[in-house]
């Protein structure tokens, strides 16, 4: 906490925060192509132009929004960087056509909002005005360098959408974007962007560098990768691809039902199995300088396959690499995908000519396939293809295992529900010529087989066996004032708290909105009456347009605030990169850093227990508004980012990271009550299995729950997920959240799925019901009055939560 001082001058934290993300940003970039134009030796005149030039973005909407207390536009950067700007006449006269557009937009969103019966401004929450046709001419600029950053940003409750100014480029953009590259030897494409963009009108630029949302030191980081003192070190964490060629692209943003037709072939898995080309692919990256990736060794311990490589700098600038291995599964049961990665690892930084040795490893038991039929992991006989090298695309064979029959691994239960159909399913043939790779050879004798027992018991707490029935519900429904309470305030902004109104429990547990860096507000005041805030919540930013005046006035908490006198303080966080950016480093040292040295001391400094976040959800369509907040289209990396992360944030004693959504939170329209259909198979093998890496290598001490069905059953609300899949197939022993919600709501009311409900999130083992409210109280005394549910499976819950209480605050 600071005084006034503290809105005077940056903090010491702040600068060595900033300071971190300045040193390791560059990580999370890429140059999606490149000649030999760039890095310049100096600063000249730049002609910079472009949507994100000087409204730069720094991050996505909604909830992962953090309000910092200054961030470096891509003007900015280049300015403090010494670069003079020619072009300031176009910045300043550029605003004015999206603007001039807003008013058209805003109308148009209201008549969206009556016509499907939605809650307004909630309904316009995550929306995204597009960027609009301009007509500002170039002609007449005379520089050394041409910049054109092209900018998108997309948010918590809506989805991108198919037309131009979003996932397309408008026709002004591409213009000017072409004119440039033609008439500009040095001339780069700046890609400030949330998600892919279809890059099918302007592939013939020369230079295109993939800066992504970056927090605070975007701006920075551009200048740096420019200048050369910094090199792009980033992998792409997500396929980019034609909007053509995106599979069942165009199924995505049903209302009530998404089937995952797809199955298991999702992002590269589909483009490598069906053979489709995409713009840039899975794991690919280029910087300013080239590596050589060489064979060491290839053997197997205990079931561990372990390969060691050496890779040497042969270009002209230091820079890492990142190695990547893949696994193609044997193809006597056709339907598995071409290959999956199985490892990475990224080296130090190398100067030319310098070589490191790196050693990976994997288990193979990790390719086997969920057979749903008898629920199993099976390994079928025959050969497994090693592939090594720095993407999806640009790999070689390095070996082979060999199994001589089918081995069965672990022994299951069915979970999750059946879908209405039948997933994609190809026959893929795989030809290499394996006779001059080495070989190993496994027999069902290096492998542990594993039968599950579902007989999960949740412990009660003694210390409050012998609370009321009422106190143990609000114990596990979040805090909220009952009539003629005062309300209380441990962390000013705090998404959210446990109860502080139950005789005997003085402690609680407080929760922060991530992924982005920790979201409180700015500024608050304490005088005689109490606490006060003097900063809006973020999302006052984005609703304002769609509010009524009345409604306006009502949230503009500062100005109904303005008159009190009372001591000032500051909160000042750093925004860091997305965590499709912060994937992108495939940097698992990187994120555990940040994880511990700015989120983790944001955290001791402003005090809140639980960061609502790392996000993990599988890219599964490009058009999902809340990619941004999640990792990558594939698990593996998912869950290896979440776990790094939230490991450095546990390094704090009396903090945690709280993985979410669990799971298959895959899209934005009307998230409370969509209902992804999909096989157990893909559920396992894809949706989930970044989960379990996160819970197993992160040891998480909380995890979200999601809005959406799964299969006809709220994710919340399934036992089968919550207990049978997480406390007994993974052994998680943290605490289980839900998402916000209000008891019974539907804020889409033409959908006509149901929506959750406290009761069954109870009754499932969903041990915490976020936020609180009366509503909650009232249905669960019903429930126990009636008989739907019993004072052990309340005290089971509460005593979860008060088990977190006391281990973070101890």
């Not at 009502?554 to 860091?576: E, L, S, W």
Request: glycine share 8%; proline share 4%.
């Amino acid at each position: 906490m600071q005084s006034s001082s503290g809105d005077l001058e940056i903090q010491p934290y702040e600068k060595e925060h900033v300071k971190i993300l300045r040193d390791n940003s560059a990580e999370c970039t890429l140059f999606l192509k490149k000649n030999d134009s760039f890095p310049l030796s100096k600063p000249c005149k730049a002609l910079l132009i472009g949507s994100g030039a000087r409204e730069t973005v720094k991050g996505g909407t909604g909830s992962g929004e953090v309000d910092s207390r200054f961030f470096t536009t891509c003007e900015q950067g280049l300015e403090s960087a010494g670069f003079e700007i020619v072009s300031k006449d176009w910045l300043e006269k550029f605003p004015a056509f999206k603007k001039s557009k807003r008013e058209n937009f805003i109308n148009n969103i209201k008549e969206e909002c009556e016509n499907v019966k939605a809650q307004m401004p909630l309904y316009a929450w995550g929306i995204i005005q597009p960027e609009a046709e301009y007509n500002l001419p170039l002609e007449e600029y005379k520089a050394d360098i041409a910049i054109y950053v092209l900018s998108r940003i997309c948010g918590e409750g809506a989805d991108r959408r198919l037309i131009k100014g979003d996932v397309y480029l408008t026709d002004s953009e591409i213009k000017d974007i072409l004119y440039l590259n033609q008439k500009y030897e040095k001339f780069m494409l700046v890609l400030n962007v949330c998600g892919p963009v279809d890059l099918t009108p302007v592939m013939e630029v020369k230079n295109i560098l993939l800066l992504s949302l970056l927090g605070v030191v975007t701006g920075d980081i551009l200048a740096d990768v420019i200048l050369g003192k910094a090199n792009p070190s980033g992998k792409l964490a997500t396929t980019w691809a034609a909007v053509k060629d995106y599979r069942y692209i165009e199924e995505f943003g049903k209302i009530d039902n998404t089937r995952y037709l797809e199955g298991l072939y999702v992002g590269y898995r589909y483009f490598d199995s069906f053979k489709v080309k995409p713009s840039f692919p899975f794991g690919f990256g280029l910087s300013y300088t080239d590596f050589k990736i060489s064979k060491k060794s290839f053997k197997n311990k205990n079931n561990e396959i372990i390969i060691e490589v050496e890779v040497t700098n042969i270009g002209k600038y230091e820079g890492k690499e990142v190695v990547q291995i893949y696994v193609s599964p044997s193809q006597n049961n056709k339907d598995k995908p071409y290959q999956s990665l199985a490892c990475f690892k990224k080296t130090p930084l190398l100067k030319p000519n310098e070589t490191q040795s790196l050693t990976l490893s994997f288990k193979l038991d990790d390719f086997a396939r969920y057979d749903e039929q008898d629920s199993k992991y099976i390994l079928d006989k025959g050969n497994y293809i090693i592939r090594v090298g720095n993407s999806s695309d640009k790999n070689e064979v390095f070996g082979y295992i060999s199994l001589n029959e089918d081995i069965v691994t672990q022994k299951l239960k069915n979970i999750g529900g059946k879908p209405d159909f039948e997933p994609l399913a190809p026959q893929i043939e795989i030809n290499d010529d394996l006779s001059k790779v080495e070989k190993i050879e496994l027999t069902k004798n290096d492998f542990k087989y594993v039968e599950m027992s579902y007989n999960y018991k949740g412990k009660i707490n003694e210390k409050i066996k012998d609370l009321s029935d009422k106190d143990l519900i609000k114990l596990s429904i979040g805090n909220y004032q009952e009539p003629g309470e005062k309300e209380v305030i441990h962390v000013v902004g705090a998404s959210g708290e446990t109860c502080s109104s139950i005789k005997g429990i003085d402690k609680y547990l407080s929760f922060v909105d991530g992924p982005a860096g920790v979201n409180v507000i700015k500024k608050y005041g304490i005088d005689e009456k109490g606490v006060y805030r003097l900063s809006n919540d973020v999302f006052m930013n984005d609703l304002g347009d769609f509010m009524t005046p009345e409604e306006k006035s009502k949230k503009d908490i500062p100005q109904n605030n303005k008159d009190r006198k009372g001591k000032i303080y500051y909160q000042y966080c750093t925004a860091i990169p997305i965590g499709t950016a912060l994937a992108q480093s495939f940097n698992e040292e990187l994120l555990e850093n940040i994880g511990n040295k700015i989120i983790g001391e944001e955290m001791d400094l402003f005090k809140p227990n639980l960061f609502l976040a790392p996000g993990l959800n599988i890219h599964r369509n490009i058009l999902n508004g809340r990619n941004f907040e999640y990792f990558s289209e594939d698990p593996l990396v998912s869950g290896k980012m979440a776990a790094a992360m939230t490991r450095g944030i546990q390094l704090h004693k009396n903090r945690t990271a709280t993985i979410k959504h669990f799971a298959c939170n895959n899209q934005e329209k009307n998230r409370c009550n969509n209902n992804s259909i999909l096989s157990e198979r893909a559920l396992r093998e894809i949706y989930l299995k970044g989960f379990k890496i996160a819970v197993e290598e992160g040891k998480p001490k909380a995890l979200m729950t999601s809005y959406n069905l799964i299969n006809g059953v709220h994710s919340s609300e399934r036992r089968d997920l919550l207990i049978d899949v997480l406390r007994c197939e993974w052994g998680y022993e943290g605490l289980i959240i839900s998402d916000w919600y209000f008891t019974g709501d539907s804020p889409l009311k033409i959908s006509n799925n149901p929506p959750q409900r406290c009761l069954n999130n109870i009754k499932a083992g969903n041990n915490l019901q976020m936020f609180g409210g009366e509503g909650k109280t009232i249905e669960l005394m019903k429930a126990l009055k009636d008989g739907e549910i019993n004072r052990d499976i309340l005290l089971e819950n509460a005593s979860k939560v008060y088990d977190i209480i006391e281990l973070l605050n101890q």
